[in-house]
């Protein structure tokens, strides 16, 4: 996750007593031990090593594509190694501060621990939820697909102001994003968009974001005032790698290649460069027209088209499972979240109860708070 959690709570009561934190303390030291077993220091250290080693070779550069899954990978690993290195130093100094605050009698000192020790609970919240994404493709990166549904032009605007949370949200944490494809509305807003978001995690992070997303607002498309409910439905896929076996049989292709347009119609290419693939036996339906080459519009839309295949079985698989347990698959519900700003001011998951009163904060792209609540409450119906 990382800071920013609008209105997130903490699982941790506030500032503790003096009498309380030796015990306190040795608690987060144990969940921080545990943390890093999980992580598997060691085995993390050596892969840098080995990585690292691969990003010094003169012929690194020699493969683009594998060089950046290379370089990303490191950069990710040496991250999370020191940022796990770094909260248990926090835990140790803590500590100290605390001793310093008893040998002292200082209570500026004490405050001042008191504050570090809330901060550090909060960051070991955080990093745990991290430990929580052990799905077979939670380390993937996140393909995001969103598309406008009932509710006419005010869903097609709910959709943009989806895509720009979550765009959003990968700025504030400092992850790469590739728009691949926006189809426009005529009045405002969008009618769908598909978008890749290049962080190790963002699939199992995002993952709890599927689903149908509600707004409830006075419609500004509506000369008297009213009060209008629309929705948009989100739907995350894992990228695909070179491991996943998907076949698919060219035969069973249809492939257009149309003019890229933007905002009202208004062309964005002099070319017809922008592809759109149609899986005939699934009838699922693919673009891209992120303004390159046909080729690379082509080679990302069956990127996507395989992410969705992928997905599909995936589903297939998990609804054999859920039939055989007796479920029927219905665990998660569809109706996710409600965003609400008129007549109060609440965004609130349908599902784990979290809540934020600041709609604004979450439209912006604050939304840890949902993501971890999301993960927590994920694990728990997998008990």
């Given at each position: 996750m990382g800071p920013g959690n609008a209105g997130a709570r903490s699982r941790y009561a506030g500032p503790v007593a003096v009498v309380d934190v030796s015990e306190e303390l040795k608690s987060l030291s144990s969940t921080m031990g545990s943390i890093e077993a999980v992580l598997d220091l060691d085995t993390m250290r050596a892969d840098i090593a080995v990585l690292e080693e691969q990003a010094a070779a003169p012929s690194l550069w020699d493969d683009p594509e594998a060089a950046q899954k290379i370089t990303s990978k490191l950069s990710h690993l040496q991250a999370e190694l020191r940022k796990t290195e770094a909260l248990r130093a926090r835990i140790d100094d803590v500590a100290v501060l605390f001793e310093l605050a008893e040998e002292m009698d200082d209570s500026d000192t004490r405050?001042?621990?008191?504050?570090?020790?809330?901060?550090?609970?909060?960051?070991?919240?955080?990093?745990?939820?991290?430990?929580?994404?052990?799905?077979?493709?939670?380390?993937?990166?996140?393909?995001?697909?969103?598309?406008?549904?009932?509710?006419?032009?005010?869903?097609?605007?709910?959709?943009?102001?989806?895509?720009?949370?979550?765009?959003?949200?990968?700025?504030?944490?400092?992850?790469?994003?590739?728009?691949?494809?926006?189809?426009?509305?005529?009045?405002?807003?969008?009618?769908?968009?598909?978008?890749?978001?290049?962080?190790?995690?963002?699939?199992?992070?995002?993952?709890?974001?599927?689903?149908?997303?509600?707004?409830?607002?006075?419609?500004?498309?509506?000369?008297?005032?009213?009060?209008?409910?629309?929705?948009?439905?989100?739907?995350?896929?894992?990228?695909?790698?070179?491991?996943?076996?998907?076949?698919?049989?060219?035969?069973?292709?249809?492939?257009?290649?149309?003019?890229?347009?933007?905002?009202?119609?208004?062309?964005?290419?002099?070319?017809?460069?922008?592809?759109?693939?149609?899986?005939?036996?699934?009838?699922?339906?693919?673009?891209?027209?992120?303004?390159?080459?046909?080729?690379?519009?082509?080679?990302?839309?069956?990127?996507?088209?395989?992410?969705?295949?992928?997905?599909?079985?995936?589903?297939?698989?998990?609804?054999?499972m859920d039939s055989l347990k007796g479920d029927g698959g219905n665990s998660w519900g569809n109706q996710m979240r409600s965003y609400v700003l008129h007549p109060y001011q609440m965004v609130k998951d349908l599902r784990t109860e979290f809540e934020v009163g600041n709609p604004q904060a979450v439209l912006d792209g604050e939304i840890d708070g949902f993501l971890e609540a999301g993960i927590r409450w994920r694990k728990q119906q997998e008990k």
């Open positions: 405050a001042e621990a008191e504050i570090e020790l809330e901060s550090v609970r909060k960051a070991l919240d955080e990093m745990e939820v991290r430990t929580l994404l052990s799905g077979e493709y939670d380390s993937r990166e996140a393909l995001v697909n969103i598309r406008a549904e009932a509710g006419g032009v005010d869903a097609s605007d709910f959709a943009e102001r989806l895509q720009r949370m979550y765009l959003r949200w990968a700025e504030r944490h400092g992850y790469k994003t590739e728009v691949y494809e926006t189809s426009y509305a005529e009045e405002a807003g969008i009618k769908s968009t598909t978008f890749v978001v290049n962080a190790p995690y963002a699939y199992g992070t995002l993952s709890v974001e599927q689903g149908t997303h509600r707004l409830v607002r006075i419609s500004p498309f509506d000369n008297q005032g009213r009060r209008q409910t629309s929705f948009a439905g989100v739907e995350v896929l894992p990228v695909v790698e070179q491991s996943d076996h998907v076949d698919i049989d060219e035969t069973e292709l249809r492939i257009d290649v149309y003019r890229a347009s933007g905002p009202g119609g208004q062309g964005v290419n002099t070319t017809d460069s922008a592809v759109r693939i149609t899986h005939i036996p699934t009838n699922i339906v693919v673009s891209c027209q992120n303004e390159r080459s046909q080729i690379q519009n082509k080679a990302s839309a069956m990127n996507v088209l395989q992410a969705k295949l992928l997905e599909r079985r995936r589903q297939e698989e998990q609804a054999l």
